[in-house]
């Protein structure tokens, strides 16, 4: 064969392998681009639809991201990317928050019970094992009801401002909630203390229901201080929080929600020694990462997992309530080293 002819064959040949080659890394880094990227779906759960941010590839172990009041799985907004490439990440809105369906209080049973059974449901529903979980403000009383129910599936927590013990409701905030559980019709009751004569001060009510006092926790106002109350530079938090949030809490029927949610906290309580027992009983390795100038769930709510927990690590940060969005870097780095040394995060399938 003509030496010219065959190296223009080998040429041709090597050409069309590096041009294959190419494709086929293209491809593959596509999958792990597209499994990367951030999924907004929705599912319907007993006639509730339920919306959730999905990211991450499902081979990976999985973290499942629990939300607070008044936000949704927005708050996990910048966490999400974060912990993506290594896990696979899920963050429900629960029924009445975020993009989730709104069904009356009438029409749905807003409870921590039900809507932690949601939930469990949900995941049962995407197809998830074992678990990892985020436990924020309400999304505590969620993830322990799930994770004290079924223990095996629980590899880790990560606990935020999340709440277990009395000591972290033992102040002035949580005065009025504790008496409107026990008589939704009491009037001024806790409402004596300097949290909230701020309030009443500013409502020009001396006599204020303990009902009207907690429907200001769903106003503008209430919904900025509680992103920007213990930061260090309130320059530093986003708009976009209250622009997301507060739209939301100001849909007809939502206020009877939140007000109905409140109440049902007070089921939370008597529920402490079973969760605390199964932190005891189960030792699941926990990140805590504690916004320490938090009003609602100070630090003080943070030291009492120190009693019953072996594998801890503990950090309390200088910000307030929504650590996220001060610290969500910070909070990624400990998690990803927190994670991979309790979890193993598993390389992307090739």
Not at 170 to 181: G, R
Not at 191 to 199: E, I, P, Q, S, Y
Not at 276 to 284: G, M, V
Request: charged share 20%; proline share 6%.
């Amino acid at each position: 064969m003509n030496s010219n002819i065959k190296t223009n064959m080998i040429t041709a040949y090597l050409r069309s392998a590096m041009i294959s080659a190419v494709i086929a890394i293209s491809a593959t880094s596509a999958v792990a681009d597209d499994l990367h990227d951030l999924r907004y779906k929705t599912t319907t759960i007993e006639e509730v639809e339920i919306f959730y941010r999905e990211a991450g590839n499902p081979e990976n172990p999985t973290v499942l991201l629990l939300h607070g009041f008044p936000t949704s799985s927005h708050m996990f907004r910048d966490l999400i990317p974060e912990l993506a490439e290594d896990y696979y990440v899920i963050a429900p809105d629960y029924p009445g928050y975020g993009f989730s369906s709104m069904p009356t209080v009438d029409e749905f049973e807003y409870t921590f019970e039900n809507t932690a059974r949601l939930v469990s449901l949900l995941i049962d529903e995407i197809g998830v094992e074992r678990f990892s979980v985020y436990l924020m403000d309400y999304g505590a009383p969620i993830g322990f009801r799930i994770a004290s129910s079924q223990p095996e599936r629980i590899e880790s927590l990560v606990i935020q401002n999340g709440n277990a013990y009395l000591e972290g409701i033992n102040n002035d905030f949580w005065e009025p909630i504790k008496a409107y559980w026990d008589d939704r019709d009491s009037v001024n009751k806790g409402l004596d203390n300097a949290w909230w004569k701020n309030v009443k001060a500013a409502y020009k009510q001396p006599n204020m229901s303990n009902d009207t006092a907690l429907r200001f926790l769903t106003t503008l106002g209430a919904t900025q201080w509680q992103y920007t109350n213990g930061v260090s530079n309130v320059e530093s938090v986003s708009p976009d929080t209250w622009g997301h949030v507060q739209p939301l809490l100001d849909r007809e029927g939502n206020q009877d929600i939140q007000l109905q949610m409140f109440y049902s906290y007070g089921s939370n309580p008597p529920l402490y020694p079973a969760w605390q027992e199964y932190l005891r009983k189960h030792q699941p390795p926990t990140l805590i990462v504690w916004g320490q100038n938090d009003e609602i769930f100070p630090a003080a709510g943070a030291e009492p997992y120190k009693r019953d927990l072996d594998n801890l690590e503990y950090h309390l940060l200088d910000t307030g309530h929504f650590a996220l969005e001060t610290h969500a870097q910070e909070i990624a780095h400990l998690m990803r080293k927190f994670l991979h040394r309790t979890v193993k995060a598993q390389p992307l399938a090739n």
